[in-house]
């Protein structure tokens, strides 16, 4: 089955911090995607990439970065991280084809900016 | 762009009876509409998915049914099991071309033994 690991379950981190969150697929996947999740607002896609080196923003990308410098890995960037931006942060990652458009996640890692 | 609206937030139901969660989306060219389980402190998982070339799908005791006219899609549970509390989290896209899948809020279904 697809694995996709994200390094840390459990991060506590200062304001003003630069923070990074690793994901990790095993499965050859084109398409990685980075959702944070917060109680009563659901999935929210914050970036999204299709290629390596290619990244398209998604619905909330203000205050984070992203890097595909190989398939296999997507990396978020919280560059001065907030206290707003404590949540759930789920990878997910998915092959690009025509008919499967099946989304594979992660545990997630729960964030405390304090 | 896409907004998914899902309801009710939170569900509870008597163990056998069934479970109908109701999501609504704004695109019209949104084209494929999954449904996501996500069990407490474990990774949402697909459990069954729709296309807009297809009114209804079936597995098992879960149903899926569309109305592009109206852009509704509902979850459908039968004969529901304590197993099925969770959190399910419907969903839109679009393929081909698109990437995004943007997800409803979710609702929080609790099945009372």
């Known amino acids: 089955d697809v694995k996709v690991t994200q390094s840390s379950r459990y991060l506590v981190k200062r304001t003003g911090e630069k923070v990074f969150l690793e994901c990790v697929q095993d499965?050859?996947?084109?398409?990685m995607f980075w959702y944070r999740q917060d109680p009563g607002l659901g999935l929210r896609l914050i970036y999204f990439?299709?290629?390596?080196?290619?990244?398209e923003k998604g619905d909330i990308p203000e205050g984070y970065s992203v890097s595909r410098e190989k398939k296999e890995r997507f990396s978020l960037i919280l560059e001065s991280a907030s206290t707003n931006q404590t949540s759930m942060y789920l990878c997910?990652?998915?092959?690009?084809?025509?008919?499967?458009?099946?989304?594979?996640f992660g545990s997630g890692t729960q964030l405390s900016v304090l | 762009g896409e907004n998914v609206e899902q309801h009710p937030s939170t569900l509870s139901v008597q163990e056998g009876d069934s479970a109908v969660i109701k999501c609504t989306y704004s695109?019209?060219?949104?084209?494929?509409f999954p449904w996501y389980k996500q069990e407490l402190g474990k990774r949402p998982q697909l459990i069954i998915d729709?296309?807009?070339?297809?009114g209804e799908k079936k597995d098992q005791r879960i149903a899926v049914t569309l109305n592009k006219t109206a852009k509704h899609f509902s979850l459908h549970i039968t004969e529901t099991q304590p197993e099925d509390s969770a959190v399910y989290f419907c969903?839109?896209?679009?393929?081909?071309?698109?990437?995004?899948?943007?997800f409803g809020a979710g609702t929080r279904l609790f099945v009372k033994a």
């Open positions: 499965m050859d996947h084109e398409n």
């Open positions: 997910a990652s998915s092959l690009r084809t025509e008919t499967n458009e099946k989304l594979f």
């Open positions: 990439s299709y290629d390596v080196k290619m990244k």
């Open positions: 729709i296309r807009s070339n297809v």
């Open positions: 969903a839109a896209s679009m393929r081909p071309g698109g990437f995004k899948t943007i």
């Open positions: 695109d019209s060219a949104s084209n494929y």
